[in-house]
């Protein structure tokens, strides 16, 4: 790697540690903290180019390709790996949102989350309820329970006739930290899958972004429009394939593991911050079967 490969990787490092360090600095998590995961992180990077090499994992071949002292590759070797001390259940509200979102039992006509009956006593209604939904997830949680606490925090309500109905997820307890694991969660996958396109073309992933710089107020909320409407329905049909597939998975044991995510941001340009070239500032599309 020479001077200029290592300038642009370090400045890639930047644009996606600005994000996370604001999230540390939120939460208390202090530099030790990060230097200690970073130095985890490498070598067990590093381990994984050493053995797709084909050479042998020493603790001075980590530490010449880490900068990490050998010290700390020894102590770190004895360490559980990060794969099983970074193992993350998935919280109730996110299965029950996807089940909610994806299940043709819990779905209208239109693809739509269905507002549902609170329960039914005789269990002869004609679709299923709320508490079925809840029940679908985890036989050891009381729906009613669930169901007040999600209405008092704002992740469902109740309409006039009744029935419940999907509001804002997001406000649900526990939750915040929830949605930013699952965008890290999109945003490592993107890179890996950029990483593949370069070194595995085989792959098979598929990759598209548009940038844009310069523009109105306007035009930015007709942007998110178009995505709100648009990615809306394409994501609740994505997701009710997912989940169907995931339900024939696990009848024969499928082991592959699949994400997508979809984004619309802006933010003001910082002063100084170079625009994109004018011919390139109206569409800049990457679209790639790779």
């Known amino acids: 790697m020479n001077a200029n490969t290592q300038e642009q990787s370090l400045h890639i490092a930047t644009l996606l ?5 604001r999230l540390l600095v939120r939460e208390g998590v202090g530099i030790a903290e990060l230097v200690e995961l970073s130095k985890r992180v490498y070598i067990e990077q590093a381990s994984r180019q050493l053995e797709e090499e084909g050479r042998r994992v020493t603790d001075a071949a980590l530490s010449t390709l880490t900068g990490v002292h050998r010290k700390d590759v020894k102590r770190i070797g004895t360490e559980a790996p990060l794969a099983l001390t970074e193992r993350r259940r998935k919280s109730l509200l996110d299965a029950v949102m996807s089940l909610w ?6 779905i209208d006509e239109r693809g739509a989350p269905r507002p549902l009956a609170r329960r039914s006593t005789a269990r002869e209604s004609e679709h299923a309820t709320f508490e079925d939904l809840i029940e679908e997830v985890s036989k050891g949680v009381p729906p ?8 008092q925090q704002g992740a469902v309500r109740v309409d006039d006739d009744g029935l ?5 997820p997001e406000r649900a307890a526990g939750e915040e930290l929830q949605s930013l694991t699952r965008s890290a969660r ?13 070194h595995r073309p085989d792959a098979g992933h598929f990759l598209f972004s548009v940038r844009g710089e310069g ?26 394939e997912v989940t169907l597939a995931q339900a024939r998975g696990r009848k024969i044991g499928g082991g592959q593991r699949y994400s997508f995510g979809l984004q619309s941001y802006a933010e ?3 002063p100084g ?3 994109l070239e004018d011919r390139t500032a109206k569409r800049v599309a990457i679209a790639a079967p790779t």
Do not use: T
Not at 164 to 168: D, E, K, M, Q, T
């Open 17 to 21: 540690l600005r994000p996370l360090i």
């Open 164 to 168: 419940v109905r999907w509001a804002a």
């Open 215 to 240: 523009l109105q107020d306007e035009d930015i909320e007709r942007m998110h429009g178009l995505v709100r409407r648009w990615g809306r329905r394409f994501s609740d049909r994505l997701n009710r």
């Open 186 to 198: 999109i945003a490592a996958d993107r890179m890996l899958a950029a990483w593949d396109k370069l």
């Open 144 to 151: 009613k329970a669930l169901l007040d606490a999600w209405l």
């Open 273 to 275: 911050e170079p625009l």
């Open 268 to 270: 003001a340009s910082q």
């Open 101 to 106: 979102s994806g299940d043709a039992r819990f």
